[in-house]
């Protein structure tokens, strides 16, 4: 299966700062079929990027995916106070989906 | 607007089983794919597995293989996973969550839609 490691495992940061995301994987995801999603504490995950790239449906410009092959990162250009989350990568072209362990974005 | 309502939270004994739902409602049942995913507390995301509603056709990651039933009735629109032989490491959230396709890997395999999740507390 397609493992998937995030970093860091965590990202202490304040608002307006910039937050740099990375999910790397144990081989080529299949035609860059990589999402991230933010989850909340008590909530259920939310997606944010598709086709390592494509924003979601209502998902600000500040939020930007990039990468390909083994390589992806998320970009938040400017945190705002409802982006301290933790986020996940998922890889969606080979089976099993997979999921990364997880960034948390925490209040510096 | 695609919503996704769970079953309410499950209290089980070992060695017995549970079965979550999970109702569509606001388009099509059968024209997307269901996965099942579940997070254990504190720890991230796993994918149990997957159904597409048109084939019928079901895919488990490997370590819920012969564990893990996940069905899906067109009628009334639900989705089911039964989690049989309850371990105390089976606590956990279990979402049920559909792709954008009707396929449970490639391109439209990603999760737009979620439900809200149903606590499974596995305990003696």
């Known amino acids: 299966e397609i493992v998937l490691t995030q970093s860091p495992g965590t990202l202490s940061l304040s608002p307006g700062q910039r937050a740099t995301l990375s999910c790397r994987a144990s081989?080529?995801?299949?035609?860059?079929?990589l999402a991230w999603y933010q989850q909340t504490v008590g909530q259920a995950p939310r997606l944010l990027i598709f086709?390592?790239?494509s924003r979601a449906t209502g998902i600000p410009d500040r939020f930007t995916g990039s990468g390909s092959g083994t390589d992806f990162t998320l970009t938040i250009s400017r945190l705002e106070p409802e982006d301290f989350a933790v986020y996940y990568c998922?890889?969606?072209?080979?089976?099993?989906?997979?999921f990364g362990g997880g960034t948390k974005v925490e209040i510096k | 607007q695609v919503q996704l309502v769970q079953s309410g939270a499950e209290v089980k004994k070992p060695g017995s089983s549970v079965k979550v739902s999970c109702k569509a409602s606001?388009?099509?049942?059968?024209?997307?794919?269901i996965s099942w995913v579940r997070q254990a507390p504190g720890q991230g995301l796993e994918w149990v597995g997957g159904?597409?509603?048109?084939?019928?056709?079901?895919n488990y990651a490997q370590r819920f293989q012969g564990r893990v039933t996940i069905t899906a009735d067109e009628m009334t629109s639900t989705a089911y996973m039964e989690v049989s032989s309850l371990r105390p490491e089976d606590t956990a959230v279990y979402y049920c969550?559909?792709?954008?396709?009707?396929?449970?890997?490639?391109?439209?395999?990603?999760?737009?839609?979620w439900g809200q999740g149903t606590l499974v507390t596995v305990s003696s």
């Open positions: 969550a559909r792709a954008a396709g009707y396929h449970y890997t490639g391109s439209e395999s990603y999760n737009p839609v």
């Open positions: 998922q890889q969606y072209g080979t089976l099993p989906i997979t």
């Open positions: 081989q080529s995801v299949n035609s860059g079929y």
């Open positions: 086709g390592a790239s």
């Open positions: 606001g388009g099509p049942f059968s024209a997307n794919s």
């Open positions: 159904i597409i509603g048109i084939f019928k056709t079901t």
